[in-house]
């Protein structure tokens, strides 16, 4: 079975993202313009395509219209074709009144359009993040340890640490504990074995990217019987499921960046000008591009 076949892909549209203001004032985070002509939700889909991924759902919530009108006028497929990226807005139904409460809760409320598409895995990325990354390699690490659920975890060091759920793996590569942005006190105890090159550079802790893979049937036992009240992928579901299933990391050592605050916005819009760059070689590239659709702006009217 090809891995088009295998997985299907959700993509989380980010909350209200209010440490992204004021960019963030009538668009969510995916919508948010980065290097130009692009936008946030670009890289996850760019991903997914080029990973021959081709069937992806899109969860939004807030200030959704900006993210919902460039992804029905960016992602085409031809009508033969079962590849799609649709949108799952949050919506009120007889079962669940409420909104997305977390990232669980999101997928949990979608996972009935799921029923339609059958997959032996399901894909979570986030759609506020910039990097580049072949999905195909992260799903033959999973298979080869056997996982139930696989983690993209990146190496980081003692300053961002703390900024992070802190995973601690064995030999196998698989998560034995995990923390959610430990002090710095106790980041000792949570040191793993990177490599050479990352320990070189003091990077010496694996910190969780958010993207995971599920067994399907696991993820469905997951949200709808085992933990039906959880909320939060990274607070709830993975840190009970370590000790009970087997979950492994995928160290992935490219660039990757957060875009959680203005900061971040401005040094990854920064360093993406930079030609030659390592960091814009590896997200902009001609062999794994990332896809848009340009608009087409009126020239400004003669004097």
């Known amino acids: 079975m090809s891995i088009s076949q295998e997985v299907i892909a959700m993509i989380l549209g980010g909350g209200a993202g209010t440490r992204l203001a004021p ?22 889909i760019s991903n997914c395509i080029n990973s021959d991924i081709n069937r992806m759902f899109v969860l939004t919530q807030y200030n959704s ?30 079962d669940n009144p409420a909104w997305y409460q977390g990232t669980a809760d999101a997928v949990r409320q979608c996972l009935r359009h799921l029923s339609a598409f059958p997959s032996e895995y399901v894909l979570i990325l986030s759609g506020d993040q910039l990097y580049q990354m072949d999905f195909n390699k992260m799903l033959d690490n999973h298979k080869e340890c056997g996982a139930d659920i696989s983690i993209a975890t990146i190496p980081v060091g003692d300053r961002e640490a703390p900024e992070f759920g802190i995973l601690k793996a064995d030999e196998e590569s698989l998560i034995s504990s995990f923390i959610e942005k430990p002090a710095k006190d106790i980041l000792g105890d949570w040191i793993s074995d990177t490599g050479p090159a990352m320990q070189q550079k003091g990077k010496n802790y694996l910190a969780s990217m958010g993207i995971y893979i599920f067994n399907r049937q696991l993820l469905l036992d997951l949200l709808l019987k085992i933990h039906p009240d959880a909320t939060d992928f990274g607070k709830e579901i993975i840190p009970s499921s370590i000790e009970t299933y ?16 203005i900061y971040s916005f401005f040094e990854a819009n920064l360093e993406l000008t930079i030609f030659l760059n390592s960091i814009c070689l590896t997200i902009l590239n001609q062999f794994t591009p990332v896809r848009v659709c340009c608009r087409r702006l009126r020239s400004a009217a003669p004097l």
């Open 23 to 44: 960019l963030t004032s009538s668009r969510s985070k995916p919508a948010v313009p980065i290097a130009g002509k692009y936008r946030l939700v670009d890289i996850p």
């Open 246 to 261: 087997k979950v492994a990391s995928y160290q992935y050592e490219g660039y990757w960046t957060d875009i959680g605050n």
């Open 65 to 94: 219209a900006s993210l919902n009108r460039h992804i029905k006028n960016t992602y085409r497929f031809s009508a033969f074709s079962t590849a799609f990226v649709d949108i799952l807005a949050a919506e009120q139904t007889p």
